[in-house]
């Protein structure tokens, strides 16, 4: 079967070569490109990715964008910056394709010291626990390499726009009782700089949108169905 991988891009020409090249058979790329001022929606053109334009600027803007554009059952979102490796992306598909999990997290595992900066990792580590706490999803990591049906996906009514869409991703899966899980994948030194855990800054600004979506939100139940750690393939 076809799965739909969705990669939102700003700027990301040094990578989407790379990217692109390196991804597993059956999965289909859709480049959301939300702005970007270099060559980053000709790139993908030529290498065969469906590229889907953006206006309106914002993480999560991009990710529903490719969300609306995808028409497989299955879907997986990752950065398009080469910080990932999609040779991995079965892993995290592959209980979510099997039935045992509805939503599956690629937590991510660094391959060298420069490839999370740890302003990101703490601010990543205290959501994670936030989020453990509050809705008892075994997860560890806020990782942008995941899969979920896409029906299923656009029924939880994602509203965010801004860097609080994964985690509104979780919060309202969890609400709804989905089965959720995290496997290892490969964090990998980015190409370029990060619009985002590349500065203090940046992670602030992720770090205040996604605590702005945790607080929003209502409190949940603690009957989220759990699966915990993944075993890797």
């Not at 999609?86 to 490839?115: E, F, K, M, N, Y």
């Not at 985690?167 to 990998?188: F, H, K, P, Q, S």
């Not at 702005?212 to 993944?230: C, E, F, K, N």
């Amino acid at each position: 079967m076809t799965v739909d991988v969705i990669l939102p891009c700003l700027n990301e020409e040094a990578a989407l070569g790379w990217v692109l090249g390196r991804m597993p058979d059956g999965y289909r790329a859709i480049v959301v490109d939300n702005g970007s001022t270099d060559r980053s929606a000709l790139i993908a053109r030529e290498l065969g990715a469906e590229v889907v334009h953006e206006p309106v600027r914002g993480f999560g803007a991009a990710c529903h964008a490719g969300l609306l554009a995808a028409t497989a059952d299955l879907v997986c979102f990752m950065d398009a910056d080469a910080s990932l490796e999609p040779g991995q992306l079965p892993r995290v598909t592959a209980a979510v394709l099997d039935g045992r999990c509805d939503l599956v997290l690629g937590r991510r595992i660094r391959t060298a010291a420069g490839s999370w900066p740890w302003h990101a990792r703490l601010g990543n580590a205290v959501l994670a626990a936030t989020l453990r706490r509050r809705t008892g999803a075994p997860l560890h990591d806020l990782g942008p390499m995941r899969a979920a049906r896409r029906a299923a996906l656009l029924d939880l009514g994602l509203t965010d726009r801004r860097f609080g869409y994964p985690l509104e991703m979780v919060l309202r899966a969890a609400a709804a009782g989905w089965r959720i899980a995290e496997t290892e994948v490969d964090y990998l030194p980015r190409a370029g700089v990060s619009k985002v855990t590349g500065t203090l800054r940046g992670t602030l600004h992720a770090v205040s949108d996604m605590r702005r979506v945790m607080t929003g939100s209502r409190p949940l139940s603690h009957g989220t169905r759990s699966r915990g750690r993944l075993r890797r393939s």
